[in-house]
T-cell receptor, first 115, second 110 residues
């Protein structure tokens, strides 16, 4: 029944490791996003995909690589993890890229802790 | 990234009072404005959207938009302890994504 699901919910890892976060939505939406929320609650856009194509790539280190195998999935792979990568990562989706239909459906978040 | 500014708070109001949350944005071309509520440890959820100047009411919530002043506000009437959360202002500019402010923490005291 979950609309936007992310795994894992918690991720604890050492500096320098490579990790992935998976996201799937069963809403039939065209557009998916990755947001990063830091310890001060600032929610910042990282990437946006529309129909598997990259639309937005904000100023994010190239250690972060999104991959969208199909419209329902948007995974995030992070290489060479750093302490500053510790945050909550939210996947989100919405039906279209434009218009007034702007409600974002968020996943439950992945708490990443880099030690 | 275009700026969306909010006072981080915390804003403390007594139960039953009106809570007033404010937000300013920098991109004059912005067309869509939203308020999301986020409880601690949870994901954000949309509570209000507004697209034209003026007020929009939904139950105890009223969103206000003034594009000339680049200002959006959210009023919560008859505040309840369950309204205690972080409120995120979000603005869609000419791009495809929503830009969020840093959020205002609201505490409603019984």
């Amino acid at each position: 029944d979950t609309a936007v699901s992310q795994t894992p919910k918690y991720l604890v890892t050492q500096m320098g490791n490579d990790k992935s976060i998976k996201c799937e939505q069963n809403l039939g939406h065209d557009t998916m996003y990755w947001y990063k929320q830091d310890s001060k609650k600032f929610l910042k856009i990282m990437f946006s995909y529309n129909n598997k194509e990259l639309i937005i790539n904000e100023t994010v280190p190239n250690r972060f690589s999104p991959k969208s195998p199909d419209k329902a999935h948007l995974n995030l792979h992070i290489n060479s993890l750093e302490l500053g990568d510790s945050a909550v990562y939210f996947c989100a989706s919405k039906p279209s890229t434009g218009g007034t239909n702007e409600k974002l459906f968020f996943g439950s978040g992945t708490q990443l802790s880099v030690l | 990234q275009k700026e969306v500014e909010q006072n981080s708070g915390p804003l403390s109001v007594p139960e039953g009072a009106i809570a007033s949350l404010n937000c300013t944005y920098s991109d004059r071309g912005s067309q869509s404005f939203f308020w999301y509520r986020q409880y601690s440890g949870k994901s954000p959820e949309l509570i209000m959207s507004i697209y034209s100047n003026g007020d929009k009411e939904d139950g105890r919530f009223t969103a206000q938009l003034n594009k000339a002043s680049q200002y959006v506000s959210l009023l919560i009437r008859d505040s309840q302890p369950s309204d205690s959360a972080t409120y995120l202002c979000a603005v869609r500019n000419s791009g495809y994504a929503l830009n969020f402010g840093k959020g205002t923490s609201l505490l409603v005291t019984p």
